[in-house]
């Protein structure tokens, strides 16, 4: 089989740690593995494996006779490059360098790379470097020799310098800072975006799900937009939003979010938690599951674990979508359309094509019906208390000024309504 020889050549690993708790089911983790690898353009994938260990050896993460092994079969494919599908310390990349004298990439690392090369908007590419900024930190503990070497000072002040490790950590705390201010201004305009947003009767639909779940190939078709959607992990990066007429319905803003994954890096988990907001704001969230995938149940609660940690509370009115029936076998496949007919939010569809999305936009559609609605208030003068509250929840459309008060139109749920008369 002929390689591309201007790509990088790959190998990817998936320890298998029997002490490790919170292991995954090894072939679908490599598979998964293999997929982000493959989201890169400039890497060729030769080989992959999983690695069974009893337990991580805390210098070199594998024990010293699998390492030999590993040593030969890389130079045997002449490897540049080995993906280690899991956590890597700074020194056992560096003792896994040496040892097979290729470049080392964690899982954490992958999927930085990944996002660098995805991301579009001005935010996503703030986060990026962010979340890489402070990965690399943490690889500055000797991880590389020369950066032990000490800056003296100018002669006459006492004391031994400043490390090269030191000056670099400094530099890059720096740069953090001066990324934290940008991505301030970028996250305060979005925010007046969303105000304004709200301030309009659209209401927000959100999919979210794991990803390669067919959030993007549901969002083009259902907005005949030309997002990317490809059969990639990543493949969508930046949040996309537009307005959707929906039939016999309300007019709503559709959100089409960054897929999840299993044992998101948590440097991506806060960079990214502003380009999440949007899910937080939604008034329904669209769960869209491939259900076709043997660990759909594992990616499934994953993605409901993500939800709780960004807060997203379970009250939120949701949907869940079961995506790809086109890719299930027929009893699979009748047995996935009679659990959904039993079920009111449940929806078995194909983004591909189309089956079963009509009756998906009829109850979306029933759903938001109500769910903003416009009312005209009046208030006295010395209700200014109540006046405030209006304004700061972004609901209020027009004021006028009457010879008692101020007669007020707003736009707002049934919730907010419930909150107020409770003022």
């Known amino acids: 089989m002929e390689h591309d020889r201007t790509r990088t050549?790959?190998?990817?690993?998936?320890?298998?740690?029997?002490?490790?708790?919170?292991?995954?089911?090894?072939?679908?983790?490599?598979?998964?593995?293999?997929?982000?690898?493959?989201?890169?353009?400039?890497?060729?994938?030769?080989?992959?494996?999983?690695?069974?260990?009893?337990?991580?050896?805390?210098?070199?993460?594998?024990?010293?006779?699998?390492?030999?092994?590993?040593?030969?079969?890389?130079?045997?494919?002449?490897?540049?490059?080995?993906?280690?599908?899991?956590?890597?310390?700074?020194?056992?990349?560096?003792?896994?360098?040496?040892?097979?004298?290729?470049?080392?990439?964690?899982?954490?690392?992958?999927?930085?790379?990944?996002?660098?090369?995805?991301?579009?908007?001005?935010?996503?590419?703030?986060?990026?470097?962010?979340?890489?900024?402070?990965?690399?930190?943490?690889?500055?503990?000797?991880?590389?020799?020369?950066?032990?070497?000490?800056?003296g000072g100018l002669g006459f002040v006492g004391g031994p310098g400043e490390t090269q490790i030191e000056a670099d950590r400094r530099a890059i705390d720096e740069q953090l800072v001066r990324l934290r201010r940008q991505l301030q201004k970028v996250v305060k305009t979005r925010t007046l975006h969303r105000a304004a947003r709200a301030k309009v009767p659209y209401p927000i639909v959100a999919l979210v799900g794991y990803t390669n779940a067919g959030k993007s190939t549901l969002f083009n078709r259902l907005t005949g937009a030309e997002v990317m959607a490809k059969d990639m992990l990543f493949a969508t990066l930046d949040p996309t939003m537009r307005r959707v007429e929906l039939p016999d319905g309300p007019e709503v803003i559709l959100s089409d979010t960054v897929g999840f994954i299993s044992n998101l890096p948590t440097e991506l988990v806060a960079a990214f938690r502003a380009t999440l907001e949007e899910v937080l704001g939604a008034d329904l969230i669209v769960h869209v599951r491939d259900i076709s995938h043997e660990e759909t149940e594992a990616q499934a609660q994953d993605v409901e674990t993500i939800l709780a940690s960004l807060g997203v509370d379970g009250d939120r009115p949701r949907l869940e979508v079961w995506n790809k029936i086109d890719l299930l076998s027929d009893d699979e496949r009748a047995a996935s359309l009679s659990r959904a007919e039993r079920d009111p939010s449940i929806f078995a569809i194909s983004a591909i094509t189309g089956e079963g999305v009509d009756p998906l936009l009829a109850d979306i559609a029933t759903k938001l019906q109500g769910v903003r609605h416009e009312e005209t208030l009046k208030l006295g003068f010395a209700e200014g208390d109540k006046r405030a509250w209006l304004y700061r929840q972004d609901v209020v459309r027009s004021e006028e000024q009457a010879e008692e008060g101020f007669v007020i139109s707003v736009l707002w749920t049934d919730k907010q309504a419930a909150q107020f008369a409770a003022l």
């Open 9 to 151: 050549r790959a190998w990817v690993l998936h320890p298998e740690i029997k002490s490790d708790e919170q292991r995954r089911v090894p072939e679908p983790a490599l598979e998964e593995a293999v997929a982000l690898a493959a989201a890169l353009p400039d890497l060729d994938v030769v080989g992959s494996e999983i690695v069974r260990l009893p337990r991580a050896q805390a210098g070199l993460l594998f024990g010293s006779g699998k390492i030999e092994e590993l040593a030969e079969r890389l130079h045997d494919n002449e490897i540049e490059l080995v993906l280690i599908d899991g956590p890597v310390t700074p020194v056992q990349q560096r003792n896994l360098e040496k040892a097979w004298k290729v470049k080392i990439l964690d899982r954490t690392g992958l999927i930085l790379e990944i996002f660098s090369d995805r991301a579009r908007t001005r935010e996503g590419v703030l986060q990026v470097e962010m979340a890489a900024l402070s990965y690399q930190r943490t690889r500055l503990v000797r991880a590389w020799t020369h950066l032990e070497r000490q800056r």
